[in-house]
């Protein structure tokens, strides 16, 4: 499909609606797996399809089709017309077009090596060599390699001009150790559950690179297996970037989210601790923390050129020296709240209507180097790469475990220990971050499993953080 | 066109693809076709009214290729017209027999055979697609209501070179929902193969009950450990964290099993007693490879380890058994055994502690000793001998599974409830569980 053949079609349908949009998504991802030197998944997973979107007395009706014929699709438009028209008279809000703006423009992911210049056989051996880089020893009883490349393409055409079309491409690495000694076993990634995930091509992977992240990772693996379980009590606490991506996800982002805060999610995923009258008054962390909505991050998974309603997507501060600034909400919660948002309308794919989503949410970088935050922790933990989250329905009381942690003793990280867990509550959490690492220490990452929404839909996002330190929170350990 | 009609050109297109692909096998080669399709009805509600509505009609195929140790796998979206689909199919499936050759081989493939031949198509009495939002909504209209109505048709389709060839279908509706007053809500599903607008009407009113209740002054309990009762709601969210890695034997095989102890002869209450049952008519008994499964496996039974779900896979990796479990090994259709303790009786029996509607968000907070941590949610409330005394603030737990459904387990409910799966993540998944509640003397709040 092309913008030309999705336009021409557009042209053919009868439209009795006030307006009517066709966006086409393609998704063709490679996923190769590897686990104890043998193959242990190679699939190719194609979906294609069409979603219908009308406008018709206020109210949009979604039909979503993988039959893209000009009959299939124009039967979708019917139905979702007459769907339209059947639910105006229960709409939750009238809807205009301005919710759907005319757009006209193209974004591309920045690729210079496609990984399709190298053979699945290739790819397959190179995981099966990472995968002995992981065997140093026989306590690693579970060695895992895995890569994934996506290409998605999505286009949109609707009644009144809007004309986009984007391309994206995902390359994604994962490396996992166990190891096990007794009925001792633990487990280290590189950086969590499949967190490396970015929006270019081969050009980035490097090799021998790699391979030293396997054989860190299986050797970490063993020296947790050895470690002391981590102390409990109340310290200070110093999050890798790989964490502080899973902390940022949970206990800003989600909270953020207008359509939640609007109570849309509140069946499912839950509401927000955030009142719409926050925004612009609250005071949600120390006046350290900047938060950043910006999918204009070169590299970075969730970036884009416009968001589904044709919203083009920009930069915006969210919190600013600590302030909350603006939600998470695309056109359609900004006209039912009145508060200000960002570009974040998005469906996870041609089967599912758009939602307000996450994109890339950073924390921009402060002026300590990791030396500083470290030598300024007299008593404390270092944690590293999200293994356990768990948050209420209002984003506030959380829990979360991580892979890795280290005792930071008089300044200095001393021993490792295991099973490291910390919890507290969001809204006071953010207030006790006293240091935020510099650009040195700032790292991206992106996970494809955002997930929310009613249907369902699990979506990419990407989040970026220097090293952060917090003080007096609750941590223990197994 | 009915959903009747769909199913037989479903079924009779994913028979033209079979037949179009097999004769294009080379000598060695083997093919497994999966069909998952749907036409579905998603219809969202915020504040008793209609927030989005969303119709899918989503048909896939999953083409595996093996060959000499070795396979490949490519999934496509069917196009609905003949000649579009098979010239696809062609295509891709060359691509496979080109790529397969280049690819390691893999010690533990599971040969493709023909695990049989099955058709089992459900049809049920689902409401008219025009008026189901006045009939949900005439009952609401005085409510904070809000949630998800889904349902339609969900087909899965099974077949191989080998001559297997099994096709299910079914009709089934969820409607998912919360009521609201305030921040209080009370929880409610409806969900089945027959609507009944009677019966819809009873689950609001019982839900609705629940959130009467909420008016009682809200209770403030401190962290620490509760005698505790444990809905059958809040028992199927355990029962999901444990389905999550906790009775698969590849990850127990790998080290990331995190009810490993229980494997290896930790004994819980003798109450407790697990297993997967097809009876329960929740999902069909065929896996991603065709196999059918045995009616029941028994999981714990008497609160000793019995079995863990083992794929072909698994079984062949590690030498064992394969107890034909889908390649996720996780629990498809859960019973858990029913007890003595009366409905009547469950306060009571509770005396002085907590009674948890419903929990959240629940995630492993330490894998070796299968301890896990999630929230309370909806009504959940403060007992005080036997009389509820008001809803408590959200509490975080964070407890041993082997205490909860072990030394801890006083009693289970002599009545269990039926919960069908209302994930809707990538497609309608079938799956479901029958519980019943649990009475605990000991319940950890850690925040």
Redesign the interface.
């Known amino acids: 499909m092309d913008i030309a053949k999705l336009q021409k079609l557009l042209t053919q349908l009868k439209n009795h609606s006030d307006w009517l949009g066709l966006r086409f998504y393609s998704k063709d991802m490679n996923r190769m797996a590897?686990?104890n030197e043998?193959?242990?998944n190679?699939?190719?997973?194609?979906?294609?399809?069409i979603m219908v979107e009308v406008l018709k007395d206020g109210?949009?009706?979604?039909?979503?089709?993988?039959?893209?014929?000009l009959s299939?699709v124009q039967s979708?438009v019917n139905?979702?017309e007459?769907?339209?028209e059947?639910?105006a008279k229960?709409?939750?809000f009238h809807f205009t077009e301005e919710q759907r703006p005319k757009a006209v423009g193209e974004y591309s992911s920045s690729v210079v090596k496609d990984w399709k210049t190298l053979?699945?056989?290739?790819l397959?051996?190179l995981l099966?060599e990472t995968c002995k880089k992981i065997k140093v020893s026989d306590k690693i009883?579970?060695r895992r390699a895995e890569a994934e490349f996506t290409e998605l393409q999505y286009l949109f055409v609707s009644s009144n001009g809007t004309e986009l079309s984007q391309n994206l491409k995902f390359t994604g690495t994962f490396v996992e150790a166990?190891?096990?000694e007794g009925?001792?076993?633990q487990?280290r990634t590189d950086s969590g559950f499949r967190g490396k995930m970015y929006q270019s091509g081969f050009e980035n992977f490097n090799k021998d690179e790699y391979f030293k992240v396997a054989d860190h990772v299986a050797k970490e693996a063993l020296e947790l297996i050895a470690a002391e379980n981590c102390p409990e009590g109340k310290m200070d606490l110093v999050l890798s970037p790989d964490q502080m991506m899973l902390q940022i996800h949970e206990s800003i982002g989600h909270p953020l989210e207008l359509d939640r805060i609007?109570?849309?999610e509140?069946?499912?995923a839950?509401?927000s601790f955030v009142k719409l009258s926050d925004f612009g008054k609250m005071q949600y962390g120390s006046s350290l923390l900047n938060v950043t909505f910006d999918p204009t991050v070169k590299h970075q998974l969730a970036s884009y050129g416009y968001d589904d309603s044709g919203l083009k997507a920009e930069k915006e501060f969210l919190i600013k020296n600590g302030q909350l600034v603006k939600g998470l909400g695309g056109l359609e919660s900004q006209a039912r709240s009145g508060v200000e948002g960002v570009a974040n309308f998005r469906a996870k794919s041609w089967?599912?209507?758009p939602?307000d989503r996450m994109a890339n949410l950073n924390i921009e970088p402060g002026e300590s180097t990791v030396d500083e935050i470290i030598g300024a922790v007299k008593k404390g933990i270092y944690m590293e790469s999200n293994?356990?989250?768990?948050?209420?329905?209002?984003r506030n009381?959380f829990?979360f475990?991580c892979e890795y942690g280290r005792l930071i003793e008089n300044g200095k990280l001393t021993k490792i220990v295991k099973?490291p867990?910390y919890?507290g509550?969001s809204s006071s959490f953010w207030k006790s971050l006293t240091m935020v690492g510099n650009q040195d220490s700032f790292k991206a990452f992106g996970t494809p499993y955002c997930?929310k929404g009613?249907?369902?839909?699990?979506i990419w996002v990407g989040h970026a953080s220097p090293v952060c330190m917090f003080n007096d929170v609750?941590v223990f350990g197994? | 066109m009915t959903n009747k009609d769909l199913l037989e050109g479903l079924e009779r297109q994913f028979q033209q693809i079979q037949e179009h692909l097999y004769i294009q096998l080379h000598e060695g080669e083997d093919l497994s076709l999966n069909l998952a399709g749907e036409k579905?009805k998603?219809l969202?509600f915020?504040?008793s009214?209609?927030?989005?509505?969303?119709?899918?009609?989503?048909?896939?195929v999953y083409m595996?290729l093996q060959k000499q140790w070795?396979?490949?796998?490519?999934?496509?979206?069917?196009?609905?017209?003949t000649e579009v689909d098979l010239a696809k199919s062609s295509e891709l499936l060359k691509e496979l027999q080109m790529?397969v050759?280049?690819?390691?081989?893999?010690?533990?493939i599971v040969p493709i055979l023909d695990h049989g031949q099955s058709r089992d198509v459900h049809f049920g009495e689902l409401p008219d697609a025009?008026s189901v939002?006045q009939d949900i909504?005439s009952v609401t209209v005085h409510s904070d209501f809000?949630?998800?109505l889904?349902m339609g048709v969900v087909v899965e389709g099974s077949a191989n070179s080998k001559g297997q060839n099994h096709f299910y279908a079914t009709e089934n509706f969820s409607l998912?929902?919360?009521l609201?007053n305030d921040?209080k809500?009370a929880k409610g599903n409806y969900a089945g193969t027959q609507w009944s607008n009677v019966e819809w009407q009873n689950s609001f009113n019982e839900t609705k009950k629940s959130l009467q209740i909420l008016d009682l002054p809200q209770q403030s309990i401190e962290r620490g450990e509760y005698r505790a009762y444990l809905a059958p709601a809040a028992v199927k969210e355990l029962l999901e964290t444990i389905s999550g890695g906790g009775v698969s034997e590849g990850a127990y095989q790998?080290?990331?099993c995190p009810l490993?102890?229980l494997h290896?002869g930790q004994t819980w209450s003798k109450k407790f007693s697990l297993r997967e049952n097809f009876n329960l008519g929740f999902t069909q008994a065929f896996n991603e490879l065709g196999e059918v499964s045995p009616t029941q496996v028994n999981i714990v039974e008497q609160g000793v380890y019995q079995n863990f779900l083992t794929s072909s896979r698994t079984a062949k990796e590690f030498g064992l058994l394969s107890n034909q479990a889908g390649e996720g090994e996780y629990l498809r259709s859960t019973e858990l055994d029913s007890g003595e303790l009366k409905k009547e009786d469950v306060l009571k029996s509770l005396g002085t502690g907590i009674y948890l509607s419903n929990l959240?968000?629940?995630?492993?907070?330490?894998?070796?000793?299968g301890?896990i941590?999630?929230?309370t949610?909806y009504a959940c409330f403060w007992v005080e001998d036997g009389e509820i005394k008001g809803p408590i603030k959200?509490l975080?737990f964070?407890e041993h599974l082997s205490r909860i459904f072990g030394e801890q387990l006083e009693q289970l409910t002599d009545f269990r409830e039926s919960f069908l799966e209302t994930?809707?993540?990538?497609?309608?998944h079938l799956m479901g569980c029958l519980v019943p509640g649990a009475m605990v003397s000991s319940f950890k709040f850690?925040?």
């Open positions: 590897v686990r043998n193959p242990e190679n699939f190719r997973r194609m979906s294609a399809g109210a949009f009706a979604n039909f979503g089709t993988c039959q893209m014929d299939s979708a139905e979702a007459a769907k339209a059947l639910y229960y709409k939750l053979s699945q056989g290739d397959n051996q099966v009883v579970s166990t190891a096990k009925v001792q076993t487990t609007l109570g849309d509140r069946n499912y839950g509401s089967n599912r209507a939602i293994r356990s989250w768990s948050i209420d329905d209002y009381k829990q475990g099973n867990n919890r509550v997930g009613e249907p369902n839909q699990s609750e197994g | 579905s998603f969202r915020n504040h009214k209609i927030r989005q509505s969303t119709d899918v009609l989503d048909v896939r595996t070795k396979k490949n796998g490519v999934t496509f979206n069917l196009e609905g017209s790529s050759e280049g690819l390691p081989k893999d010690p533990a025009d939002h909504l809000s949630g998800v889904a998912d929902y919360s609201f921040e809500a790998h080290g990331q490993s102890l290896e959240h968000y629940l995630n492993w907070s330490d894998t070796n000793e301890r941590t999630g929230m949610r959200d975080r964070d994930t809707t993540y990538d497609r309608r850690t925040l």
